[in-house]
Each structure stands twice: as C-alpha cells, then as structure tokens.
Nanobody
Framework: QVQLVESGGGLVQPGGSLRLSCVAS????????MRWYRQAPGKEREFVAD???????TYADFVKGRFTISRDDAKKTVYLQMNSLKPEDTAVYYC???????????????WGKGTLVTVSH
C-alpha cells in the first residue's frame, strides 16, 4: 500500500506565501514524476507543476515566477513553495506521484487527498 499525505495549506493574505509538502509512504521502490494539481471551487482540476526524476521541471503559465517545485527523494517528499499568492490561487492542492512499488515494477499514479489553500483578506 502507498499513501500520500499533503500538508501546509491554510489561510493566507494576498501577496503571502505558503509551502506545501507531500510525503509518500509504503512499499515504495522508486518514484518518477512528482506533480501538483489544484481544483478551485466549481472548476476542473488543473496542472500546476511537475518535477521528474533527473530534475526536469515544468510549470503552468499562471504560476511561473511565483511557485517553485522541489523534491527530496530520500524523504520521498515533494514540495511546492508558493509566493506572491493571489485570490485566484484559492483551491484544494493535490499531489500526484508516479510510483513503482516493491511488488509491482511498473509505475502507477497515486493521489493525495488534498490540502486547502485560501488566499483572502
């Protein structure tokens, strides 16, 4: 079994910062891609950023220059540093990891349950 747990969400004023974390646990053999998505109220889930094994990073246009994704493979953790937050960044943020387990060598997608980020005065 694999579990992903996000943390770091909360209420922040416009212009503020938050750092999200997503920790993977279980019978993990290898992690390839690590991604963040978000879903705002009444909207579809959208891609925010990803970092694949080797360090190649991709960002959605709306977060470029404001958000930074990073990973710590030893801790099986992916981070999302969010700066200059705007009200439109309000959403539930989900991590998504490509994981190969001890019992299954091919990679599968796993999702966390999400952490709520609210940007408001």
């Amino acid at each position: 079994q694999v579990q992903l747990v996000e943390s770091g969400g909360g209420l922040v004023q416009p212009g503020g910062s938050l750092r999200l974390s997503c920790v993977a646990s279980g019978s993990i053999f290898s992690i390839n891609g690590m991604r963040w998505y978000r879903q705002a109220p009444g909207k579809e889930r959208e891609f925010v950023a990803d970092i694949i094994s080797g360090g190649i990073i991709t960002y959605a246009d709306f977060v470029k220059g404001r958000f930074t994704i990073s990973r710590d493979d030893a801790k099986k953790t992916v981070y999302l540093q969010m700066n200059s937050l705007k009200p439109e960044d309000t959403a539930v943020y989900y991590c998504n990891l490509e994981i190969a387990t001890m019992s299954r060598s091919s990679y599968m997608d796993y999702w966390g349950k999400g952490t709520l980020v609210t940007v408001s005065h």
